[in-house]
C-alpha cells in the first residue's frame, strides 16, 4: 500500500462546478497535512494546510479525518485558472515529507 | 528575492557523463531538499541538508552526491549518469522541516540517452 494515495483523475468539471478531492494515508502517525498545487511543467506551490478542524480559505475547504486516515480538498465554483494537479502531503514521522502522485483537475467552459 | 532558482533548466547527457545541477536560495533558509519527480511516482527525497555543513540521504540516493557549504547553495551532482535518472528534478528549501512552507525552484528536465 502507498503511504499517500490519491484519485490520479483526470476530473473534468464545468466552470462553476463544486469539486472534491480526497487522499488517504497510511501513517497513523503522521502529523501534518498540505495540499499543494502543481500546473503543468512547474513547480508544486503550497495551497493550504489543513488542520484537523478543517479550514476555509475563500473558495477552497480542506477537512482532515484521522480516524479514517483521509484529507479531502473541496474547490468550490470552479474557475479555469484551477486546473492543475493538486498534491496531497504528509508530514510523518522521522521527520519524512511524502508526497502523493497528484489529482489532476481540468475545468472546462 | 528571487526565491529558490536553479540551473539549468534543461540538459541531455549520455550514458556515464557527470554533470551538477544547481541550486540557491536567498531567503535565508537552513533546510534544503533535493527531489525528482516521475510520472506515477510522485515527488521523491533524494538527498536534504539542515544547515551549512550537514547533509543526508532521503528515498532515493543511489547516485547522487550533494554538499552545503554555504546557507544558499545546495548543488547536486550526477556522478555517472543512468537512463533511469531520467526525470524532473526540483530543488526546495523551508524555515524548517516538512513541517514548514516547502519552496521549490522551477525544475530542471534531465533526459540521459
Known amino acids: 500500500r502507498k503511504e499517500v494515495e490519491q484519485d490520479p483523475g483526470p476530473f473534468n468539471v464545468p466552470e462553476g462546478a463544486t469539486v472534491a478531492f480526497n487522499c488517504t494515508y497510511s501513517n497513523s502517525a503522521s502529523q501534518s497535512f498540505f495540499w499543494y498545487r502543481q500546473d503543468c511543467r512547474k513547480e508544486p506551490k503550497l495551497l493550504m494546510s489543513v488542520y484537523s478542524s478543517g479550514n476555509e480559505d475563500g473558495r477552497f475547504t480542506a477537512q482532515l479525518n484521522r480516524a479514517s486516515q483521509y484529507i479531502s480538498l473541496l474547490i468550490r465554483d470552479s474557475k479555469l485558472s484551477d486546473s492543475a494537479t493538486y498534491l496531497c502531503?504528509?508530514?510523518?514521522?522521522?521527520?519524512?515529507?511524502?508526497f502523493g502522485t497528484g489529482t489532476r483537475l481540468q475545468v472546462t467552459l | 528575492n528571487a526565491g529558490v532558482t536553479q540551473t539549468p533548466k534543461f540538459q541531455v547527457l549520455k550514458t556515464g557523463q557527470s554533470m551538477t545541477l544547481q541550486c540557491a536560495q536567498d531567503?535565508?533558509?537552513?533546510?534544503m531538499s533535493w527531489y525528482r519527480q516521475d510520472p506515477g511516482m510522485g515527488l521523491r527525497l533524494i538527498h536534504y541538508s539542515v544547515g551549512a555543513g550537514i547533509t543526508d540521504q532521503g528515498e532515493v540516493p543511489n547516485g547522487y552526491n550533494v554538499s552545503r557549504s554555504t546557507t544558499e547553495d545546495f548543488p547536486l551532482r550526477l556522478l555517472s549518469a543512468a537512463p533511469s535518472q531520467t526525470s524532473v528534478y526540483f530543488c526546495a528549501s523551508s524555515l524548517g522541516r516538512g513541517e514548514e512552507t516547502q519552496y521549490f525552484g522551477p525544475g530542471t528536465r534531465l533526459l540521459v540517452l
Open positions: 531567503m535565508n533558509h537552513e533546510y
Open positions: 502531503v504528509v508530514y510523518g514521522t522521522a521527520s519524512k515529507l511524502t
